[in-house]
């Protein structure tokens, strides 16, 4: 991308925060705002929120990840509208490809996926709550507080959901979006349509509240059939070598999905509150291909074939989440907090067919056929979280908040593959791929926030933590069934932090930390395969999980903050050496293979990072009716010590850390005439980072490759009366045409009309 196209969000950006640091209009800053757990637990992390008003302002929302689009660093891989087990999050250091180094919580419950770290079965359980429900977000960066897991390397996005006010309230809500999308032979228009409604009350002692949603998406390509059948659309890979030719376009989605969420909330006394959830998502996602070759699906005559049949599939899910929580919050000596939570996978069923006919069609039990295709069944899936957490007051030391708790976790994972003769209806066939595994987590942690004066407060804290993992198997199709060993590990991670207010009113916050990210069950547990170097016959093999260790951070943050009377901006600038990251790389695992080369997530020995984020957030800018929002986040990751490989046996030693975008810069801009109109403007810049460990992305703008975006998106929202507010927006103004791995939504059209009582 050229530097022209980033000139004038930079531009932007750059001069919002030099304006607010020129700004000699200062006062104190208020250390303990409303940011829901950081403000409760007084955590000493740097905090980014944002509110259900402002979203609705801005945001063009229609799926709960769509609200973090314009927080500071963050960036989420939405691929489409029917993207419902995608949608990873990108932090500061870590990109999409790394999902278990973030957490996601629901009230206090987190929907983090506690399987994979991966963009393909790791994302968070986003239908736990939906745009409706949003009450505030408030993202903690970084593993400072020792209430959090190492996962927490990345982020901590807490998501505070809405309390009834009312004896009966509610809303319903319909949204529709339509894309234009014009990419090699597919020109098409797709339409995404959604209703939901959003009911609930309380009386003296009870309240409730119960979402209904249902979407019905269809979605631009996700991926597309190469090879060397001569089409008019050449294909050059993204390490520019001769791909061949585009053979159609495949993972055209129509997923139909309804989610249901209900909440009960019973208040024991005055302080005390339990609250029972439940929620269940269900979906049901049908994917088709369309051919750009000239004699039908299959280059090789009238069929069938398999040329393009890995993108025709069907999908069910229903996956429930329960939990229940007990908490008090009396604000004397002490209160507690105690949450336990369960996603279980009821049903999880791809089914894929193997050939197709030449007309397109899915063959099932054609005895023409050698593989009619497969079946991956993840049901029975589950993880298991419960948190117990306690603040203490000293009455005779008020000076001291005192917090702790003991955290346990239970992962299980059970994904089957099978190939089958009936692959629209049987489950059972011959077993192709397994992975099962348990992950265990017990932890205690302990913090102390001392204010020792007005203008210093220091917090000090621990985490210890005991991890195991026990009936871990693995089998593909070239090996035989492996029965891994059981490993555990011990890790006590410090934390400290001083909080120093100065004279000119303005806040310099100081945190460091160690933190331990353990492995989840899918890096344990899986299967690679020999790429060069296998002796002549590739073959399959499962690393054994003791030599994969857990990642080892140490983080380091400065940030200087400061308010004004409409101006707040914080500079931070954040380190991180992460010791064993894990990380997809290439080596030679197999002792029976010594010069076979096989790819697998393996620790590399350490990555550096360094980098500086700016956020500014202006109200009445220029003139009373405007306000302005910008950030920006440079970054700077590179592999400093290793003993792997890239792909072509060379050090990668020195080589950037792949999924880090170098450059990330962010605005909005909102305009309100009057009380009841506002228009917002915001633009999203990702500079293009290397995709794999071989830094090898010479020609980004391609099916498989990452190239870098400058998106503009509008939205306009008019309140017609108290009840009655309807919206009109366009995503991906400028219609930029990109690439991460899939192609990404072109200009995409979107109306809501909303109805509160």
Request: aromatic letters at 12%; a neutral charge.
């Amino acid at each position: 991308m050229s530097k022209l196209k980033i000139t004038p969000i930079a531009i932007v950006a750059l001069a919002v925060c030099c304006q607010a640091f020129a700004d000699d209009v200062m006062h104190t800053v208020e250390v303990t705002a409303d940011r829901a757990a950081a403000q409760k637990y007084q955590m000493p992390n740097t905090v980014e929120s944002t509110t259900a008003e402002k979203i609705s302002e801005t945001v063009n929302i229609i799926d709960t990840p769509d609200a973090l689009k314009y927080m500071p660093s963050l960036m989420v891989r939405k691929r489409d509208s029917a993207d419902f087990g995608g949608a990873t999050l990108a932090t500061r250091i870590w990109g999409v490809s790394y999902s278990a180094k973030s957490i996601i919580t629901v009230d206090g419950m987190p929907i983090s996926n506690q399987l994979y770290n991966d963009n393909n079965y790791g994302p968070p359980k986003w239908f736990v709550v939906s745009p409706e429900e949003i009450d505030r977000i408030d993202v903690i960066y970084g593993p400072f507080s020792a209430a959090y897991s190492g996962n927490s390397m990345g982020a901590v996005v807490d998501i505070t959901t809405k309390r009834p006010t009312k004896e009966f309230e509610g809303s319903f809500s319909v949204t529709d979006a339509v894309q234009t999308f014009n990419q090699f032979k597919t020109d098409d228009t797709y339409s995404t349509k959604q209703a939901a409604a959003l009911l609930g009350g309380r009386n003296e002692a009870m309240s409730w509240r119960l979402l209904l949603n249902h979407q019905d998406a269809n979605t631009q390509p996700r991926t597309f059939g190469t090879g060397s059948t001569v089409t008019p659309y050449p294909y050059i890979k993204k390490d520019g070598t001769n791909g061949g030719y585009y053979l159609g376009a495949t993972s055209l989605l129509h997923g139909v999905s309804d989610n249901v969420n209900a909440k009960l909330a019973f208040d024991l006394d005055r302080d005390t509150q339990l609250t029972l959830s439940s929620g269940v998502f269900m979906g049901d996602t049908d994917s088709s291909a369309q051919t750009y070759m000239s004699n039908g699906f299959c280059a090789s005559g009238p069929g069938p074939c398999s040329t393009l049949a890995s993108g025709v599939y069907g999908y069910k899910q229903e996956h429930w989440v329960n939990g229940v929580g007990l908490k008090s919050d009396t604000r004397a000596a002490w209160d507690y907090e105690i949450n336990l939570s369960n996603v279980r996978y009821q049903k999880d069923i791809q089914r894929t067919t193997g050939v197709l006919n030449n007309d397109g069609r899915a063959v099932n039990g054609s005895s023409t056929a050698a593989n009619y295709g497969s079946v991956r069944d993840m049901s029975g899936t589950n993880w298991t979280n419960f948190d117990a957490k306690a603040i203490y007051h000293p009455v005779a030391a008020p000076a001291h908040r005192l917090s702790f708790g003991y955290h346990q976790d239970f992962a299980k994972l059970n994904s089957l593959t099978n190939s089958v003769s009936d692959w629209q209806n049987n489950t059972a066939g011959t077993v192709t791929a397994l992975a099962q595994g348990i992950n265990e987590t017990k932890a205690l942690w302990l913090q102390d926030a001392y204010k020792a004066s007005e203008n210093f407060q220091y917090t000090a804290g621990g985490r210890y933590e005991s991890w195991s993992t026990q009936n871990g198997g693995v089998y593909a199709s070239a090996t035989a069934a492996i029965n891994q060993p059981s490993v555990s590990v011990d890790h006590f991670s410090p934390k400290f932090a001083a909080l120093i207010g100065l004279k000119d009113g303005s806040v310099l916050n100081l945190s460091l930390a160690n933190a331990y990210r353990f492995p989840t069950v899918g890096e344990l547990f899986n299967v690679t395969t020999c790429t060069t170097g296998c002796g002549g016959v590739p073959a399959a093999y499962s690393p054994n999980p003791a030599i994969i260790k857990p990642e080892n951070v140490n983080a380091f943050e400065a940030a200087y903050s400061k308010s004004m009377d409409n101006v707040s901006y914080r500079a931070s600038f954040f380190a991180e050496d992460t010791y064993d990251a894990l990380i997809s790389q290439y080596g030679y695992v197999n002792p029976a293979q010594p010069n076979g080369l096989y790819s697998y997530w393996m620790n590399v020995t350490k990555v550096r990072s360094r980098g500086v984020e700016l956020s500014s957030d202006i109200h009445k800018f220029i003139f009373d009716q405007l306000d302005f929002y910008a950030s920006l986040t440079r970054v700077d990751s590179v592999i400093v010590a290793d003993n792997g490989t890239t792909s072509s046996g060379k050090s990668m030693v020195g080589n950037k850390t792949p999924g880090v975008s170098p450059l990330r810069v962010k605005f909005v801009a909102t305009y309100r005439p009057d009380e009841k109109l506002s228009i917002s403007l915001g633009g999203s810049y990702q500079k293009q980072f290397y995709s794999s460990i071989d830094n090898n992305d010479v020609n980004p703008n391609t099916y498989q490759g990452f190239e870098g975006y400058t998106v503009f998106d509008i939205k306009v929202r008019y309140k017609i009366d108290k009840n009655l507010t309807a919206a009109l927006g366009v995503d991906n103004l400028n219609n930029r045409n990109y690439f991460m791995y899939h192609p990404f939504p072109q200009r995409t059209f979107s109306g809501n009309l909303k109805y509160n009582f």
